[in-house]
């Protein structure tokens, strides 16, 4: 079974903290993306990759940068936490290809306050 | 482009009747097509995919979805609910490029007993 593992299920932050997400997948994905998921908003991606140091803006970069040194963990920093980057954050992977779902790791709810 | 519309940000049920979830897409290309489940604090796991093979797909756990081009639609279904399908139901479209998808905002899935 593929397995993405997320580094902290809770995590509480101060403002203007720098953040660290981190998420690791063990099937030798290609893919990995960064979702924000809010209430009535679904899950939105902020960014993603599709190989070791390469990223792609999603749709909702603003505020967040990635990085991506190995090719099983993907990680999403937050530079300076803000209020309105509380959210749950949920990491994802998959294969190369339309046809392939995304695996998706537990979850990482960050509040900051 | 493409984008996913899921209408009922929550259902409700009495268990054993049918369950219902509608997902309209939009699409500019020959759409890939998802449904996702999520029960409370987990990540999502996928319930079923459409990709150009037969219309009609069944998933795990009873569920089943039918393509409709001509509607744009491809709701989900089960003839018979049970309490432990109660959870948050997504669908989701696939991009062409990057395996990049588009989530639904999501509908809310209430059994009553």
């Known amino acids: 079974d593929v397995k993405v593992t997320q580094s902290s299920r809770y995590l509480v932050k101060r403002t203007g903290e720098k953040v660290f997400l981190e998420c690791v997948q063990d099937?030798?994905?290609?893919?990995m993306f960064w979702y924000r998921q809010d209430p009535g908003l679904g899950l939105r991606l902020i960014y993603f990759?599709?190989?070791?140091?390469?990223?792609e803006k999603g749709d909702i970069p603003e505020g967040y940068s990635v990085s991506r040194e190995k090719k099983e963990r993907f990680s999403l920093i937050l530079e300076s936490a803000s209020t309105n980057q509380t959210s749950m954050y949920l990491c994802?992977?998959?294969?190369?290809?339309?046809?392939?779902?995304?695996?998706f790791g537990p979850g990482t709810r960050l509040t900051v306050t | 482009a493409q984008s996913v519309t899921q209408l009922g940000s929550h259902v409700s049920v009495s268990e054993g009747a049918l369950v219902l979830l509608r997902c309209n897409y939009s699409?500019?290309?020959?759409?890939?097509l998802f449904w996702y489940v999520q029960y409370p604090n987990q990540g999502l796991q996928l319930l079923l995919k459409?990709?150009?093979?037969?219309?009609l797909v069944k998933g795990i756990n009873g569920f089943e979805a039918e393509f409709k081009k001509s509607e744009t639609s491809f709701h989900l279904t089960k003839p018979s609910a049970h309490m432990s399908d109660a959870a948050e139901y997504f669908c989701?479209?696939?991009?062409?490029?990057?395996?990049?998808?588009?989530f639904g905002s999501g509908t809310k899935l209430n059994v009553k007993p």
């Open positions: 994802a992977s998959s294969t190369s290809g339309t046809l392939y779902e995304q695996y």
């Open positions: 099937m030798d994905h290609e893919n």
């Open positions: 990759s599709y190989d070791v140091k390469m990223k």
């Open positions: 699409s500019s290309v020959p759409p890939y």
């Open positions: 459409y990709t150009s093979a037969a219309t």
């Open positions: 989701a479209v696939s991009h062409p490029n990057f395996n990049k998808f588009y």
